[in-house]
T-cell receptor, first 115, second 121 residues
Framework: AQTVTQSQPEMSVQEAETVTLSCTYD???????LFWYKQPPSRQMILVIR??????QNATENRFSVNFQKAAKSFSLKISDSQLGDTAMYFC????????????FGQGTELSVKP | DGGITQSPKYLFRKEGQNVTLSCEQN?????MYWYRQDPGQGLRLIYY???????QKGDIAEGYSVSREKKESFPLTVTSAQKNPTAFYLC????????????????????FGPGTRLTVL
């Protein structure tokens, strides 16, 4: 079975500091996508960043970057210069390439950014 | 504005009733998806549709039904057979799910609507 594990149910960080959220996944597939989604209190799911498994270069989007370790099946999210608006639940998600677009989500990490 | 809309935002159902959740998108996306979110958990896939008039069951399809008569619409019916329907329901869409034909790119990224909170009374 394909699974996604986020081992940190809750995390907190001071405003302007850097925080890293962990994610590991289990699959026998070689081709897949990985995503981080953010769900603020409004509950709207917002795409943060995506990574194609065939790309060795880690994806970056402004203050957000990932550390993708394919052999270790690890996909962590680093948030630099944390802002109060980053407070949200963060979900790691895995999409195998050949299963109709099915997204498999982790349990989420609740991040609190403190002033 | 292009986007995905879901209605209603809140829905209350009595025991034994069927209810339908609406999902509409004007992004010209081919694929649409329904997920369920329970408290403290990630999302689980209920149904998905890659093209009009075609859909497939996800991991937790029992007690739910869908239709895809139009490209922009993918309504979800929660039937009385669903034993524990109280949850937050999210609809998503993506540009394409035809994988190898479309090539690698952003076509598989799913974008979500604002969700519907369903409560059984």
């Amino acid at each position: 079975a394909q699974t996604v594990t986020q081992s940190q149910p809750e995390m907190s960080v001071q405003e302007a500091e850097t925080v890293t959220l962990s994610c590991t996944y289990d699959t026998s597939e070689n081709n897949y996508y990985l995503f981080w989604y953010k769900q603020p209190p409004s509950r709207q799911m917002i795409l943060v960043i995506r990574q194609e498994a065939y790309k060795q270069q880690n994806a970056t989007e402004n203050r957000f970057s990932v550390n993708f370790q394919k052999a270790a099946k690890s996909f962590s999210l680093k948030i630099s210069d944390s802002q109060l608006g980053d407070t949200a639940m963060y979900f790691c998600a895995f999409m195998p390439y050949n299963q109709g677009g099915k997204l498999i989500f982790g349990q989420g990490t609740e991040l609190s950014v403190k002033p | 504005d292009g986007g995905i809309t879901q209605s209603p935002k809140y829905l209350f159902r009595k025991e034994g009733q069927n209810v339908t959740l609406s999902c509409e998108q004007n992004l010209n996306h081919d694929a649409m998806y329904w997920y369920r979110q329970d408290p403290g958990q990630g999302l689980r896939l209920i149904y998905y549709s890659q093209i009009v008039n075609d859909f497939q069951k996800g991991d937790i399809a029992e007690g739910y039904s869908v239709s895809r008569e139009k490209k922009e619409s993918f309504p979800l019916t929660v039937t009385s057979a669903q034993k524990n329907p109280t949850a937050f329901y999210l609809c998503a869409s993506s540009m394409s799910r035809i994988g190898g034909l479309a090539g690698w790119g952003d076509t598989d990224t799913q974008y979500f609507g604002p969700g519907t909170r369903l409560t059984v009374l």
